[in-house]
């Protein structure tokens, strides 16, 4: 049993591949990398950029969580209708004549999308080609539903609101 922690030293040199027999890193391809021969973040993410390239348009259905219009392009979130799993989106200028312009979060929509894997930082998200509703979103359903009780409460009627102090007590 051993006590105190082991040499670093030691540790360290049985990964340190001897001098000279290190392929360059992007010769060795992912699949085949060892800790004497690794391959390079470059080649890593073309490799993975290229077999995401090779999925068609995909039609998914799902809740619009996030939409954030910024320089003409929007980015935004999906998120299933029927668990947690999210994916990221983006619709780029020139495709938002095939979205309509009145989707806000909470809708429920059916959007055509085809992977995108951006190689330089290693990030995937999907780009919308075109979006239709299909109504709302369970959590917007939720939402307008708790608003029509409480209204039905009486709890939005003017007469029960007071008015707001000028400084917190």
Same mark, same amino acid.
């Given at each position: 049993?051993?006590?105190?922690?082991?040499?670093?030293?030691?540790?360290?040199?049985?990964?340190?591949?001897?001098?000279?027999? %290190?392929?360059?890193? *992007?010769?060795?391809?992912?699949?085949?990398?060892?800790? +004497?021969?690794? %391959?390079?973040?470059?080649?890593?993410?073309?490799? =993975?950029?290229?077999? =995401?390239?090779?999925? /068609?348009?995909?039609?998914?259905? $799902?809740?619009?969580?996030?939409?954030?219009?910024?320089?003409?392009? =929007? !980015? $935004? &979130?999906?998120?299933?209708?029927?668990?947690?799993?999210?994916?990221?989106?983006?619709?780029?200028?020139?495709? &938002?004549? &095939?979205?309509?312009? *009145?989707?806000?979060? /909470? *809708?429920?929509?059916?959007?055509?999308?085809?992977?995108?894997?951006?190689?330089?930082?290693?990030?995937?998200?999907?780009?919308?080609?075109?979006?239709?509703?299909?109504?709302? #979103? +369970?959590?917007?359903?939720?939402?307008?539903?708790?608003?029509?009780?409480?209204?039905?409460? #009486?709890? !939005?009627?003017?007469?029960?609101?007071?008015?707001?102090? !000028?400084?917190?007590?």
């Amino acid at each position: 049993m051993r006590l105190h922690p082991p040499d670093t030293t030691e540790t360290m040199a049985a990964f340190e591949p001897p001098a000279g027999d %290190t392929p360059p890193a *992007d010769s060795v391809a992912p699949g085949e990398s060892t800790p +004497d021969a690794p %391959t390079s973040v470059t080649r890593l993410n073309a490799t =993975i950029n290229g077999a =995401i390239s090779k999925w /068609g348009m995909v039609w998914v259905e $799902g809740e619009v969580v996030g939409w954030n219009v910024r320089g003409g392009n =929007i !980015f $935004g &979130r999906l998120k299933d209708t029927a668990s947690d799993a999210h994916i990221s989106i983006n619709v780029w200028s020139s495709s &938002r004549s &095939r979205v309509p312009a *009145d989707i806000a979060v /909470g *809708d429920h929509v059916i959007a055509g999308v085809k992977a995108d894997y951006f190689t330089k930082a290693g990030s995937f998200s999907f780009v919308v080609s075109a979006m239709k509703h299909v109504g709302l #979103g +369970d959590q917007l359903a939720r939402l307008e539903k708790l608003r029509a009780d409480l209204r039905a409460e #009486g709890l !939005f009627e003017q007469a029960r609101k007071k008015p707001l102090p !000028f400084l917190p007590t």
